[in-house]
């Protein structure tokens, strides 16, 4: 079965399209009840559409039928494609309808389903993507599987019809062979790690430094130092194997090998906010560039993409003090603000690439509309600016917006006082923003997941406490209140998604390592022992629910669905860091503020099951190895103590932002509680009537300090 499958699948990329028009006099299916935005979509289409649930899998037992499981986003292009060709196609309905159970999966809401099938389907073709068309047995287990069929056969692939019908025939006149690839394919997705060695510990800080120097020099393998960024077209952030590069060149500097990780870092984020992925007039950045230049986005925005770049632009702007990379984080999280902030807290998942039916019209400018909103001598300047031109950089003579020359050149081009060249550059930007507002805009999808909302809040709170913006640290409080209030269920544990009003699905474990480490960030940023105590119930939690101690590795689910056929461990990177080292790095932050060993164990027996697998693919590994610096040696925790209020605190949230204290874990703390319970507050207060730091690495203890050294 593998070389026919072979010969009709490949692989899809990722992309988006804006939610469909309906008739709403057509009948509706069973997904009417689902709030995902993305099986809405598919509420009106013919095909007999369950969710996932006892009673389409039922249903698939009781009748003997095969399940396709069709699973993808509401920011998929292919997705909506095949929907439009296939899905609405009443026939090719009629014919699934009557051979086949079909279940619609929104993969951002049920990752573990996502997981499972999807690496069925890599195992079957050697490549995967969405949407993901997989065939089931009634026991659910995975026969069949690709990803975009087209209706009818072009590109190489036969039709869907085709399929369904090869499909169909099969199960009726090979089902022996079909259990039985069906019975070979389950097994062999469940891949277990080894035992943790007895007595195996973490590298020492020498190791760790030589470990570093060997995982620089293997990055700079794949690294393309004419455009910044890793590999050739598409090219994709990878915000943590920058973050990775940051703080490395920060451990090793003075070393050719800190250097070289420096600028491997700092060129990549500046070309990737020259070119058209990054969103000039609103801020915020495209899902991925399609050429390897960052010219041309695909123009899904997605807020796991801002949650983990806007921290790699902090990073950026502590080493190197360039303010064009605090400009970015600014106009980044003033976006997220102005445009994904639900009216109750959380943020929204992700904008679609398409608007009226074509992928980025409500970005593209040519000359003639940006005269029609600026006028012709302040168009011809931003024309410069941003390099659009009368052929365009797009399609059909549009362009996307770039940092082509800087304002004053720009200016001088236009003829223009160069003088002028900063304000104009700001009114144009300003101007052009309230326009695109005018344009009909992409879709939405508007449900909040926990983990997304942790990464935005980690990232809120981080930029408000390193930029002195409390704005953004009281965004990010609030949208935490929302997820404790909405997301977490009496027992303590949490729910995945909510939407308008609706929370549902069992969290997993990037929902619970990156609200924790969130909930941590919260605390850094206002010393607030609320958000600690919540983090340490989040945590505890995480670890009864997804620890296994054999492995060191956490499960990506808590065990409790018999419905999924494994419990996955995934360790590695994907398009965000990797849960489980997301949860290492929360345990060895909760041991810094509490010294509690129950968060140590752990982590120490984490890190070290990964040693092996990270220094042998450290691109795949860098969300683990970068914060490996503080499980091996422990790290500085500066608590400062105002005198009554934030302003009060200025100096030091300055000072303990600069490089020189990159290592170390700020808690910034606005007025003193002499008889807190926790260690890192008892006793402390402000000193002669001034902020005043309370430095300490474990047990030991600077003096306490009211300024910074210059």
């Known amino acids: 079965m593998t070389p026919i499958l072979l010969s009709i699948l490949a692989s899809c990329s990722q992309q988006h399209q804006e939610p469909d028009s309906v008739n709403a006099e057509a009948p509706k299916n069973h997904l009417a009840n689902e709030t995902s935005p993305y099986l809405l979509q598919h509420v009106y289409n013919p095909v007999d559409w369950y969710p996932w649930g006892d009673e389409a899998l039922e249903r698939a037992k009781t009748e003997g039928k095969p399940i396709f499981l069709s699973i993808g986003y509401s920011a998929c292009h292919w997705c909506h494609v095949m929907e439009h060709e296939s899905f609405e196609n009443q026939e090719i309905a009629a014919y699934m309808n009557e051979n086949f159970i079909s279940i619609k999966v929104d993969r951002e809401e049920r990752p573990d389903l996502d997981a499972i099938y999807m690496a069925a389907v890599q195992k079957l073709t050697g490549s995967g993507g969405w949407p993901m068309s997989v065939w089931l047995t009634p026991e659910l287990k995975p026969f069949y599987g690709g990803t975009y069929f087209p209706a009818e056969a072009k590109y190489g692939r036969p039709g869907f019809l085709e399929i369904l019908t090869f499909i169909a025939n099969s199960w009726e006149g090979r089902r022996a062979e079909v259990d039985a690839a069906a019975d070979s394919l389950t097994e062999g997705l469940n891949s277990k790690f080894p035992e943790v060695e007895a007595g195996k510990g973490l590298v020492t800080p020498a190791e760790l430094e030589l470990g570093q120097q060997q995982w620089v020099a293997s990055m700079r393998t794949t690294y393309d130092n004419i455009n910044g960024g890793f590999g050739q077209a598409p090219k994709f952030p990878r915000a943590e194997d920058l973050r990775f590069l940051l703080a490395t060149a920060q451990h090793l500097k003075g070393t050719i090998p800190g250097a070289q990780a420096q600028e491997m870092a700092l060129f990549t984020l500046k070309k990737m906010t020259e070119g058209g992925m990054y969103d000039r007039l609103a801020g915020g950045f495209s899902r991925y560039s399609v050429d390897g230049q960052w010219l041309i986005p695909h123009f899904e925005k997605m807020l796991y993409d801002q949650g983990t770049l806007i921290p790699a632009y902090l990073d950026a702007y502590r080493l190197s003090e360039d303010e064009s990379y605090a400009h970015i984080v600014r106009q980044s999280c003033d976006y997220l603000l102005r445009e994904m902030v639900d009216d109750a807290g959380g943020f929204h998942s992700s904008t679609d690439a398409d608007s009226e039916g074509e992928e980025g019209k409500f970005f593209v400018w040519t000359p003639a509309t940006l005269a029609e909103v600026l006028g012709e001598q302040d168009a011809k300047f931003a024309a410069i600016l941003y390099g659009v031109t009368e052929t365009g950089n797009f399609e059909h003579g549009q362009s996307v917006l770039t940092d082509a020359k800087p304002a004053p050149i720009a200016a001088s081009e236009a003829g223009v006082p160069v003088s002028e060249a900063e304000a104009l550059e700001e009114s144009v930007r300003a101007r052009l923003y309230e326009a695109r507002l005018k344009r009909i805009a992409p879709g939405t999808d508007d449900k909040v997941l926990t983990a997304w909302n942790g990464l935005a809040i980690d990232a809120l709170a981080m930029a408000g406490r390193r930029l002195n913006e409390e704005r953004y640290t009281l965004a990010a409080a609030r949208a935490a209140d929302f997820l404790l209030s909405e997301m977490k269920l009496e027992d303590g544990r949490l729910l995945r998604a909510w939407r308008q009003g609706k929370a549902q699905h069992a969290a997993v474990l990037e929902d619970y390592a990156y609200f924790t480490n969130s909930l941590l960030s919260l605390f850094m940023s206002t010393g607030n022992e609320r958000w600690l105590l919540e983090a340490q119930n989040v945590a505890a939690l995480m670890l009864i629910d997804f620890w296994d101690e054999e492995s060191g590795i956490f499960f990506d689910t808590d065990g409790r669905d018999e419905k999924l056929l494994h419990r996955l461990q995934q360790p590695w990177d994907g398009a965000t860091p990797a849960a489980n080292a997301v949860a290492l790095e929360a345990l060895t932050l909760l041991h810094a503020f509490t010294q509690d060993e129950k968060w140590r164990a ?86 002669d009537e001034k902020a005043t730091l309370y430095l300490c690495e474990g047990q030991t203890c600077q003096l306490p300090r009211t300024e910074p050294i210059e």
């Open 602 to 687: 752990p982590a120490q027996r984490g890190y070290a099951a990964l040693m092996g697998m990270a220094s042998s693919n450290p691109r795949a590994f860098a969300s683990t190895l970068r914060p490996l610096a503080w499980a091996v040696q422990e790290p500085g925790v500066a608590v400062v103590v105002g005198t009554g209020d934030s302003a009060s605190l200025s100096v030091w949230r300055e000072a303990l932002a600069s490089s020189a204290y990159a290592d170390v874990l700020p808690v910034l703390r606005p007025a003193a509680d002499m008889e807190s319970d926790l260690s890192l507050f008892l006793g402390r207060g402000p000193q």
